[in-house]
C-alpha cells in the first residue's frame, strides 16, 4: 500500500517560471474555445486560462478532469501533506466508480468495503453492497452504463492525496502556482481578475473554487450560505491493529459501522463512525457543539470507542491509537447560487452535508466530472449538479432523523432505503454527466425511475438487536487509546 505514516515529507513542488519569453516559440491554439497548451505558458498569452483555487482533493480532481481533456489551467494553492489522519475516507458509490475510471493510479490505498452497518437505538441495520451479486442492482449499474462493483471503497488519504498531488501537478496541461488568492476583482456576476499574495495578477477565464470551508469566492462576492442543523464538534483519530491478519474476515473490519451513541448510556450523545482501512481503522464521532459538557475531546473519543464495542465493533480490543486525536468544527451548508457568469463553487464548497450522506471527496470527483461541460455554461450540465446538491440535501435530512429522532425498526428500514435509493440517484446523474447521448438518456429516464424502484424493493436487511455487552478486555480502555506521543512514534 501507500506510505501510512504521520511523518511522510511533502512531494516537492516545483515553482514554474511565469516570467517573460518562458514561452516564447508555442504556439497556440483554441478548439471549441477551450485551450489546450502545454504548462508554464506566458502572462499575455494564457491571461485567459482557467484558474482553480485550492489543491486539496477537491481542486485536484477538477484539475485532472480538465488535463485529461487537454484543457490548459493554473491550480493555485500551498499543497498541505497528509501528515494525521483527515475525513473523507469511506467512499460512496459515485466515489469509487470514479476512483476506478479516473484514480488507478492510486488503487494501492483502496479497500473494498463490503457493507455499511447502521448501531441506532439497540438495532443494527445492514446495507451490503456486493453489487455484482444481485442480479437487480447489476442490471442497474450495465443499464446506466456502470460497471457493477463488488464492494465500495475505504481510502487511505495518508500518502493518497500527496501522490494524486504529485501526478496531477506533472500533466503538460496543469500549472501549479504555490500561493494564496489575495484579491478578487468581481463585476456583473463574473471574476475579472485575480491576485496572489506574491503580487501575481490573472485575469481567468474561468474559476473553480475549491476552497471548501475557506470559501475563497462566496466571501468576495457577498454569498451567504443557507446553514441547517446545530453546529458540531468532529472528534476524530487513526488506531493500529495489534494483529491485521488476526479476524481479518470479522464482519465489521469489512464494513463501515455508523453508531449512534446515547446519554443515558454511553455518556455521549453522538453519531460516529469507525472505518478500517487495510492495517489501520478511522475513528470518529459528531456530537452537538452546544451541548454542555467538560469532555476533552480524548474523552468524547474513549466513550465512543466503548460504545462501539458494546455494539459488536470491539476496536479497542484489537487495536491502539497510532495518532493525535484531531477536532474540527463546522456546521452542514449549501449555497443557492453555486455557478455564475464564468464561475463555479465546486463540490463541497458549494455544500456540504452529513459524513455518511455523501463523501466530500464523492461530490467532488462528481463536480470534477462536469468540470468542462460547466466551462461551457451548459445548461444540461448545471441542472446536473444543481440536482446532485438537492440529492444530498435529501438525503441528509434522512441522517439527521436517525441522528436525533426515535425510530423503530420500520422506520430503519424505510430510512435505510431512502439512503440506497439517494445513492442510485447520484449514479445516475454521474452516468448522465460521463455518458455519450444515447447512455445519457437511458441514464435520465432510469434516474427518475429510481425513487419509484426505492418504495417497492427493501434493499438493505431487516433490523436486528445490536450484540449484547462483550467482556472488557484485560488492558484498560485508556491504555489501548494510547497517547499522542506514542501516536508519532508509532508511526515512524
Known amino acids: 500500500m501507500l506510505p501510512h505514516t504521520a511523518l511522510r515529507p511533502p512531494p516537492a513542488c516545483p515553482s514554474p517560471d511565469i516570467g517573460p519569453g518562458a514561452a516564447s516559440g508555442l504556439e497556440w491554439r483554441r478548439e471549441n474555445h477551450l485551450m489546450n497548451t502545454p504548462s508554464n505558458p506566458s502572462p499575455t498569452a494564457a491571461r485567459d486560462l482557467p484558474i482553480i483555487i485550492g489543491c486539496g482533493i477537491n481542486g485536484l480532481a ?72 444481485s442480479p437487480g442492482l447489476r442490471k442497474y449499474f450495465k443499464t446506466l452504463g456502470l460497471k457493477p462493483l463488488p464492494g465500495l471503497y475505504h481510502v487511505d488519504r495518508i500518502g493518497f492525496d500527496d501522490h494524486v498531488f504529485t501526478q496531477t501537478v506533472a500533466s503538460q496541461y496543469c500549472q501549479h502556482l504555490d500561493g494564496r488568492v489575495a484579491d478578487i476583482t468581481v463585476a456583473n456576476d463574473t471574476v475579472q481578475a485575480l491576485e496572489l499574495d506574491n503580487g501575481q495578477r490573472f485575469e481567468p477565464r474561468f474559476v473553480f473554487d475549491c476552497s471548501n470551508h475557506a470559501a475563497v469566492l462566496p466571501r468576495a462576492m457577498g454569498l451567504k450560505p443557507k446553514t441547517f442543523g446545530k453546529p458540531q464538534r468532529v472528534a476524530f483519530t487513526h488506531y493500529r491493529l495489534d494483529n491485521p491478519d488476526q479476524n481479518a474476515h470479522a464482519h465489521w473490519r469489512l464494513a463501515t459501522s455508523l453508531v449512534r451513541t446515547e446519554p443515558d448510556q454511553d455518556q455521549i450523545s453522538g453519531f460516529g463512525w469507525v472505518i478500517p482501512i487495510g492495517d489501520h481503522v478511522s475513528l470518529g464521532v459528531s456530537v452537538n457543539d452546544e451541548d454542555p459538557t467538560d469532555l476533552t475531546d480524548e474523552q468524547i473519543l474513549e466513550h465512543f470507542a466503548l460504545a462501539c464495542r458494546k455494539r459488536g465493533v470491539p476496536l479497542v480490543d484489537h487495536a491502539k491509537q497510532v495518532a493525535p486525536t484531531r477536532c ?106 460521463i455518458g455519450n447521448p444515447l447512455r445519457t438518456r437511458i441514464a435520465q429516464l432510469l434516474t427518475r425511475m429510481t425513487p419509484w424502484i426505492g418504495r417497492n424493493t427493501d434493499f438493505c436487511n431487516t433490523p436486528v438487536p445490536s450484540p449484547a455487552d462483550t467482556p472488557a478486555p484485560a488492558a484498560s480502555a485508556e491504555e489501548n487509546l494510547g497517547t499522542p506521543s506514542q501516536a508519532v512514534l508509532s508511526s515512524s
Not at 63 to 83: D, E, F, K, N
Not at 380 to 406: C, F, K, P, W
Open 62 to 133: 477538477v484539475s485532472r478532469s480538465l488535463s485529461r481533456q487537454r484543457i490548459a489551467h493554473r491550480l493555485i494553492g500551498t499543497p498541505v501533506p497528509l501528515q494525521r489522519p483527515c475525513l473523507g475516507e469511506s467512499m460512496d458509490a459515485v466515489c469509487t466508480l470514479d476512483l476506478e475510471k479516473n484514480f488507478s493510479d492510486g488503487k494501492a490505498a483502496y479497500f473494498q468495503k463490503a457493507d455499511l452497518d447502521f448501531h441506532i437505538q439497540g438495532t443494527k441495520t445492514n446495507c451490503n453492497f456486493n453489487f455484482q451479486g
Open 328 to 433: 474540527i468544527r463546522n456546521t452542514h451548508f449549501a449555497h443557492d447560487k453555486v455557478h455564475g457568469a464564468n464561475w463555479v463553487l465546486s463540490g463541497p464548497t458549494a455544500c456540504q452535508v452529513w459524513f455518511s450522506t455523501g463523501t466530500a471527496v464523492g461530490f467532488a470527483t462528481f463536480a470534477a466530472a462536469l468540470a468542462p461541460q460547466l466551462m461551457k455554461r451548459s445548461r444540461r450540465a448545471q441542472n446536473l449538479y444543481q440536482q446532485y446538491i438537492t440529492s444530498l440535501r435529501g438525503s441528509h435530512d434522512v441522517i439527521t432523523a436517525m441522528r436525533e429522532d426515535t425510530l423503530t425498526p420500520a422506520d430503519m428500514t424505510r430510512f435505510t432505503n431512502k439512503i440506497y435509493v439517494g445513492n442510485g440517484i447520484r449514479m445516475g446523474l454521474y452516468a448522465q454527466a
